[in-house]
C-alpha cells in the first residue's frame, strides 16, 4: 500500500529544504532525485515539491516519462 503524503510534505521535497526531489502527476508522487534534468530540484520551468499535472499538459512529452521513476506515495487530495 502507497503512503499518502500532504501537498506541505511534499513540498518539502523541493531539492532545496530536503535532499529528495519529488513532484506529483494525477496525485501520485514520484521520485525524480537521479535524474540530471531535475538538478536542484528545477526542470527548465517546473519545480519539484508540487503537483504538476496542470503544467505538464503542455509538455512535449507523453507521461510514459514518469515510467522511469520510483512511485514514493499518493497526495493526499
Do not use: C
Amino acid at each position: 500500500m502507497l503512503t499518502i503524503y500532504t501537498k506541505q510534505q511534499l513540498a518539502l521535497r523541493n531539492g532545496q529544504d530536503k535532499p529528495e526531489i519529488w513532484i506529483a502527476y494525477k496525485g501520485v508522487i514520484y521520485d525524480v532525485s537521479t535524474s540530471r534534468l531535475w538538478f536542484n530540484g528545477k526542470h527548465y520551468e517546473h519545480w519539484a515539491g508540487q503537483d504538476l499535472t496542470e503544467e505538464l499538459k503542455e509538455a512535449p512529452h507523453h507521461e510514459s516519462v514518469f515510467l522511469k521513476f520510483k512511485i514514493i506515495g499518493l497526495v493526499q487530495p
